[in-house]
């Protein structure tokens, strides 16, 4: 994927559900995988011209594991023009040597957003972009299904009352086999994840099996995704 057509995506994102507007100060959450980076890279130029200006700042959570190194996204940060901060947690250690956790990622999601957040506020910002793709989206959807009995999917836009901040979803439209292509040709390096449950969870077990379901059902994820759109879900309907 060419990065014009990742700006499209993310343009007709931002515009759709009113993601930016004029003065706001924006955290990118940056893992350094291949969708926070896409994030990263798609903001950056959507800066550039986009008629509401805005700030940006790059915030990594270090999960304090062993074998990870961020500098590669510190030097692509420089490269580009971006702000960076890294903040070194020992979420890891809390996880998988003191608690022990056989499901780990909620707890680990949880805790990362609110070093996430905690970084945003203190920078002061006034929004949140994470990078959750299109594929995030209808997995996300079948995991509150499969796993808590309801219908339920993160909104593009939401409001975190306790800290006046604002989480947005650039990337909703953008399709992971299409962000992995924009990174693969471009050349940026991903930092790889040094989880020991990545590659082992709920997430992947439905990402699998939306795999085997999508070569029985024509379109699946597009069908999935605009019920979705066109559902009662908080934050979803573009007329609100």
């Known amino acids: 994927m060419k990065l014009q057509k990742l700006l499209s995506y993310v343009r007709r994102a931002v515009d759709d559900y009113h993601m930016i507007q004029a003065g706001d100060k924006i ?30 700042v790059a915030v990594t959570v270090s999960l304090g594991l062993p074998g990870a190194s961020y500098d590669d996204i510190r030097a692509l940060c420089e490269e580009i023009g971006v702000p960076y901060t890294l903040i070194e947690t020992d979420i890891g250690q809390i996880i998988f ?8 990622c909620s707890l680990c999601a949880k805790m990362r957003k609110g070093a996430l957040n905690t970084a945003a506020e203190q920078l002061g910002c006034n929004k949140i972009a994470l990078g959750h793709n299109k594929d995030d989206v ?27 901040l604002y989480s947005i979803r650039p990337l909703l439209y953008v399709p992971e086999w299409e962000a992995r292509s924009f ?3 471009s050349g940026i390096q991903i930092v790889k994840n040094p989880c020991p449950a990545d590659g082992n969870t709920k997430r992947q077990e439905t990402k699998e099996l939306l795999e085997t379901l999508s070569g029985r059902y024509d379109h699946l ?13 908080k934050g979803w ?4």
Do not use: W
């Open 27 to 56: 955290a990118v959450g940056v893992s350094g995988g291949k969708d926070s980076l896409c994030l990263l890279i798609a903001l950056r130029h959507l800066q550039r011209f986009y008629p509401q200006p805005f700030e940006l």
């Open 183 to 185: 990174i693969a040709c």
């Open 237 to 240: 309907n573009r007329e609100e």
């Open 97 to 104: 040597e003191e608690r022990q956790e056989k499901n780990p």
């Open 138 to 164: 209808v997995e996300t959807f079948f995991m509150s299904l499969f796993y808590e009995g309801r219908m339920n999917c993160f909104a593009p836009v939401s409001y975190l009352d306790r800290m006046k």
């Open 221 to 233: 994820q597009e069908k999935v995704f605009g019920a979705i759109q066109r559902s009662a879900l």
